[in-house]
């Protein structure tokens, strides 16, 4: 049972345009949602993160915006850049003591330049 | 401040055999979390620790597997008798307490021939 959902296995964008990757999610328990960004042979890197108290967090070119009632969120990168070409993961976690990080299976985005 | 370490990066152990991965976590943090990412798919949890405590190992499978966080040293994960649907990669994250963000190693591939 596949809590949290990334259902666009890949995405390629031009240079300079806008990315968007989309998440859903079934848990309504999930109160704390995470992008994480992947290179080949590394470890995930933290990009942004949103709790369910917001509907949108912003970072220099990422933002995050979270749909509660749809139990949706999305990761917009403006402009794109080719070296944001990476699998991006959208995580989830419960509150209290249960930390872990529920994942989604990722999206390949490539970056055209 | 250095990131969270795994060793080795990479291990290739025959079936039956034992594996032992490390994982030092970020300096300040006290609350380690053990991920497995098969093939072509996310990653998966498999056991929260702090110092001498397991918090959730509801993701570890119930034979064969085992992790510890001593007072001094590393996290320790531990595959006896490894078979070849053990082969992945394994990664450590780390956070600092309260804090939902965790922060990855880069990962320890175990190889099982």
């Known amino acids: 049972d596949q809590q949290v959902k990334q259902n666009s296995p890949s995405l390629s964008v031009q240079e300079g345009r806008i990315s968007i990757l989309n998440c859903d999610y079934t848990?309504?328990?999930?109160?704390?949602f995470l992008w994480y960004k992947k290179y080949p042979a590394e470890g995930p890197t933290f990009l942004i993160s949103i709790s369910s108290i917001k509907d949108k967090n912003e970072d220099g070119r990422f933002t995050v915006f979270l749909n509660k009632s749809a139990k949706h969120l999305s990761l917009h990168i403006v402009p794109s850049q080719p070296g944001d070409s990476a699998v991006y993961f959208c995580a989830a976690t419960l509150s209290g003591s249960a930390r872990q990080l529920t994942f989604g299976s990722g999206t390949q985005l490539t970056v055209l330049p | 401040n250095a990131g969270v370490m795994q060793n080795p990066r990479h291990l290739v152990r025959r079936r039956g055999q034992e594996a032992r991965l490390r994982c030092s976590p970020m300096?300040?943090?006290?609350?380690v979390y053990w991920y497995r990412q098969l093939p072509e798919e996310g990653l998966k949890f498999m056991v929260y620790l702090q110092k001498e405590n397991i918090i959730d190992e509801s993701g570890m499978p119930k034979e064969r597997f085992s992790a510890e966080f001593p007072k001094e040293g590393p996290s320790i994960l531990r595959i006896q008798q490894v078979v070849r649907g053990d082969s992945a990669a394994y990664f450590c994250?780390?956070?600092?307490?309260?804090?939902?963000?965790?922060?990855f190693g880069p990962g320890t591939r175990l190889t099982v021939t």
């Open positions: 300096k300040g943090h006290s609350h």
């Open positions: 848990n309504s328990m999930f109160d704390y």
């Open positions: 994250a780390s956070s600092p307490g309260l804090e939902r963000e965790q922060y």
